[in-house]
């Protein structure tokens, strides 16, 4: 085990002088959707269940990385919930020294009953994805039912002090573009904080991705209609969202532009995917694997030289443009943070 205290002495920074503060966790590549801009209705070649990381695994990389000053963790996917007993995982790395944040992304279908136990192991926040509030339009953009489990679901993490709850709402041009105004009153009436993302190219989404992009200044734009917009911080912490609110409301309306550098500029993050590989930006090839050097003995101090070397190859932004395919995201685990 880590010496806590020495090793925090020199916390991880990319060579862009990026402090390096939040680890996004992808606990499995599988999904109990299929969203049209995000996975093939066949699935995925899914990752072997063998080689996917135990909670053992991915605690000691947590605990490695939280030894030079990660300090946030997001349990993503594919979709974390269908991962059993989620909530044991996030007991473990709450018990991380250093560990200050655990958050959760999630399509909300499995929230309802889960928030209860997740709340008590000490998870802090949650964001839930949300294309629309028409169940026809769910089904369509999903690929299954649910409409009304995600509702709840988002209900169910407010109450159990999951908050502040963060809507991430992928806008598509004919698809659900006309409902961001509903989504926007939402947040005058709730403590909801919105976030519509651009929809980006991945897998075989890439034609469709053309046609359906909307650009997050079409969004402001709309939105600024429906009343006077005020900047405001993002509501816990930073985060790639551009973020507002309209006057005397309790929730906030927020774009991400995955495609624009803006997103890059402050990015204080790595990834880690399902079996193990440490992926150093959202839209790159370069994955470095730590289950090899976890599994052959290396121990958590082999997992922290891993760390500290990555970060000479953490390039400084990402090289994707609009309607380019990303060779990338078998263990997509994505944007949302
Ligand atoms: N299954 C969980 C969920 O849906 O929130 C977590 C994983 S999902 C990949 C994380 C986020 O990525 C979601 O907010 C989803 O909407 C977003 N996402 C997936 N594919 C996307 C794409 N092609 N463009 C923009 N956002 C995308
Ligand atoms: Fe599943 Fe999330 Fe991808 Fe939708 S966006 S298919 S819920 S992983």
Redesign the pocket.
Known sequence: MIDLITAAAEPLVDAFRRPITYLRVSVTDR?N?R?V??MPEAGLPWIPKPDVLTFEEITSIVRAAASIGVRSIRL?????LIRRDLDHLVAMIAAVPGIDDIAL???GLLLEQQAPALAAAGLRRV???L?TLHEDRFTAIARRPGLHRVLAGIDAAIAHGLGPVKI?C?VMRGANDDELESFARMTRERAVHIRF??????HD?VEM?KDAWVSSDEVLTRLGALGELHAVPNPHGNGPARTFAYDGAPGTVGVIS?LAHDYCETCNRVRLSADGRLKLCLFGDNMIDLRTPLRTGGGEEAIVDILRASMHVKPERHHLDLGQTASMMRA?????G
């Open positions: 999904c959707l969203c801009y995000c993503t996917g594919g979709e974390p992304s999630t399509n964001n839930v994805s294309d991430n992928v993302i651009e929809v980006m190219p991945v989404n991705q995955p997509f685990s994505e944007i949302g």
